[in-house]
Every structure is written in C-alpha cells, then in structure tokens.
C-alpha cells in the first residue's frame, strides 16, 4: 500500500502564509491535489494537478510537489480558510490515496 | 452545475450487502471525460477511496476492498451505485459519490450519505 503523510495540526495568524505538507514516497512523481473540508460538509477540491486551481477557488490557494513532498500554500489566510485539509495520490497502482488530513486553526 | 445526490439505507446489519445509488443531475455519466467515484469517511477520520467507474463500465476498486465492492453504471437512468457486501461496525462511515475528473481529481461531490453498520 501507500502512504501519505500530512501533520495533524497546523496554525497561522490571520494574514499570515500557511502551508500544509503531504509526504510519500517518490510523491513527486505522482498527481497531486487538495480538498478543503469544513464540518459537516463534503471536500471541496483547492488544487489538482499539483499546482493548478480549479475556478473559483482564490489565488491565495497554491500548490507544489517535488520530491518527497506536496504542499499546499495558503498566501494572506483568512478566518475562513478555517478547515482540515486533505491530500489525494493517484498512481496506476495505488490508484486514490489520501492523507490522513491537516486541522488548519486560523488564531 | 452538477450535482450529484446519494440515496439508499442508513442501515445495514452486520454480514449483510450495503447498497447505495448516486444520481447525477446538470451532467451526464456519458461523458468520456470523467470517471464517477465513491469515497468514504469514518467519523473523525479522513477520507477513503473505494472505487471508481467509466461510462464503459470499466472499474478501479482499492485493493483493501476489491474482494466486496462492485460499482455499477445506469446510462438510461443517469446513476452509478455502489454494492459492499459482507459488512460490518468498521464498515460505517458517511459515504460520497463523486465525480473524477480526468479520473482523478474529484471535483464535484455528492452531500454524502451516513451509513450505520448495526444489528
């Protein structure tokens, strides 16, 4: 199986730059994207294709995967970028895999 | 817009078949773009993919769950649905049907649907 590694917890003061890791092995020769899960709604995808947002989503969102890593970057953060946020694999093997999530706390 | 909408029990006993129906509404399952996904979440935990299907009705199952899942395709009724056999408590979980775009990136999910695995 594969694993994606993200740490539970991250926090940012409001304007502040948050980023938010993923780690698996030879990540970066993977796709890569991103969802943003407030409670008790469904994800919504931030980033697919490592770096590419879908519409809609600010330009405050960016993503990058290299190596070892993804990581999602969140310029000037705002109170309602309050959420988990999970990273999604996808190989022809492993097929979808997800991290186990990121609680994103906006102090 | 697409929207997509899970529908079946909210409970199942133990040892029994689980059986769920996403309809698809501002789309078509037709379209050779996407493929069409269920994905799960325990309470408190993240999410987890189970399997997905292509308007040919070609399927991907994750490997953990490949020996009880079967995802079908309506064309006729626009829907795909998901069949989990052999459940149990582990088996609970909010279930969402999604749309895979390039068969990957899910960017469009149903509101999902609380399955209770209990007798």
């Known amino acids: 199986s594969y694993d994606l590694t993200q740490p539970p917890s991250v926090s940012v003061s409001p304007g502040q730059t948050a980023s938010i890791t993923c780690s698996g092995d030879k990540l970066g020769d993977k796709f890569t994207c991103w969802y943003q899960q407030k409670p008790g709604q469904s994800p919504v995808l931030v980033i697919y294709q490592d770096s590419n947002r879908p519409s809609g989503i600010p330009e405050r969102f960016s993503g990058s995967n290299s190596g070892n890593t993804a990581t999602l970057t969140i310029s000037g953060t705002q109170a309602m970028d309050e959420a988990d946020y999970y990273c999604q694999a996808w190989d022809s093997s492993t097929y979808v895999v997800f991290g186990g999530g990121t609680k994103l706390t906006v102090l | 817009q697409v929207q997509l909408q899970e529908s079946g029990p909210g409970l199942v006993k133990p040892s029994q078949t689980l059986s769920l129906t996403c309809t698809v509404s501002g789309g078509s399952v037709s379209s050779g773009s996407y493929y069409w996904s269920w994905i799960r979440q325990p309470a408190g935990k993240g999410p987890e993919w189970i399997g997905r299907i292509y308007t040919s009705g070609s399927t991907n199952y994750n490997p953990s769950l490949k020996s009880r899942v079967t995802i079908s395709v309506d064309t006729s009724k626009n829907q795909f649905s998901l069949k989990l056999s052999s459940v149990t408590a582990a088996d609970t979980a909010v279930y969402f049907c999604?749309?895979?775009?390039?068969?990957?990136?899910?960017?469009?999910w149903g509101q999902g649907i609380l399955v209770t695995v209990s007798s």
């Open positions: 999604a749309r895979a775009l390039s068969g990957i990136y899910h960017d469009y």
